[in-house]
Nanobody, 125 residues
Framework: QVQLVESGGGLVQAGGSLRLSCAAS????????MGWFRQAPGKERELVAA????????RYADSVKGRFTISRDNAKNTVGLQMNSLKPEDTAGYYCAARAIGYITDAKQGHYDYWGQGTQVTVSS
């Protein structure tokens, strides 16, 4: 069992930056692939970024490539999402998720086992 708690959301102007953090419980954090999803009103939840168990591999949605960076610290059981050059279309609830098996190239939310409660990011124009 893994419990995930996100923090760091808020209101920012377009062009600004935010850093999201997700703290995980348990001693097996390094066994999980971690992902950040987002969901805007009226839209499906989408995978924004994912990172491999050891942090050596990452993947990003095309819409955030070059602007967002996912990272993890297995010693501290945390995963972060640095978001730069934010756009109004980045406005959404952001969710941290963990999966025990599979690959970072698999973007299906149903394949993630554990979810945080989410944190809101609002980007004003």
């Amino acid at each position: 069992q893994v419990q995930l708690v996100e923090s760091g959301g808020g209101l920012v102007q377009a062009g600004g930056s935010l850093r999201l953090s997700c703290a995980a419980s348990g001693r097996t954090f390094s066994m999980y692939i971690m992902g950040w999803f987002r969901q805007a009103p009226g839209k499906e939840r989408e995978l924004v970024a994912a990172i491999s168990r050891d942090g050596s591999s990452t993947r990003y949605a095309d819409s955030v490539k070059g602007r967002f960076t996912i990272s993890r610290d297995n010693a501290k059981n945390t995963v972060g999402l640095q978001m730069n050059s934010l756009k109004p279309e980045d406005t959404a609830g952001y969710y941290c998720a963990a999966r025990a098996i599979g690959y970072i190239t698999d973007a299906k939310q149903g394949h993630y086992d554990y979810w945080g409660q989410g944190t809101q990011v609002t980007v004003s124009s």
